[in-house]
């Protein structure tokens, strides 16, 4: 039984297999993809697009960078949450993301324990976000397009982790 499908998006093939190898062992189905270009071409095919619930992506990477991946999986799959995972130093920058629309972030490298952490936030989130969406939808509207959320469903990861970790 897998957790759910993660797409792991990074130029840096030892980045790639070591967070594979990681959420595979916990039980997630991992997907691959060296640059934004390639997946922008994963995420355009609806079949393989429908498994996934969450990105993992870094910023810097040759052929589609990072910010220009998350500006398509928000506009076409905004109920699958993104966790930008970048070496950036520029923790501003890295907060300001958040206010974009991003789910959450981390720096590289990335310990284990909270790589899995904010994964399973993710994925609780996207669940969420699809459940509600597909409760709030007429049925033919959710047919159509299962996972698109309602902006006012649109919660970052680090603020659904707060209220669900807080005492």
């Not at 922008?40 to 810097?60: F, G, R, T, W, Y």
């Not at 993104?82 to 993301?97: K, R, W, Y």
């Not at 459940?131 to 959710?142: F, K, T």
Request: glycine share 6%; charged share 20%; aromatic share 6%.
């Amino acid at each position: 039984m897998t957790y759910g499908t993660i797409l792991v998006v990074d130029d840096n093939p030892d980045i790639r297999e070591a967070t594979r190898m990681t959420l595979s062992r916990q039980g997630y189905e991992v997907w691959l993809a060296p640059d934004g270009n390639s997946a922008k071409q994963l995420m355009n095919q609806p079949v393989l697009a429908s498994e996934v619930c969450a990105v993992i992506c870094d910023l810097a990477m040759p052929n589609g960078n990072g910010m220009y991946l998350i500006a398509y999986l928000q506009k076409h799959h905004p109920a699958i949450p993104i966790i930008v995972c970048s070496g950036a130093d520029d923790t501003e920058f890295l907060e300001g993301i958040i206010q974009q629309g991003v789910g959450d972030w981390m720096r590289k490298p990335v310990p284990r324990d909270v790589l899995v952490q904010k994964v399973r936030t993710a994925v609780h989130l996207f669940t969420l976000r699809t459940r509600q969406d597909s409760e709030n939808r007429p049925s033919q509207a959710s047919a159509a397009n299962p996972r698109t959320a309602f902006p006012s469903e649109r919660e970052t990861v680090q603020d659904y982790h707060d209220k669900t970790t807080d005492p």
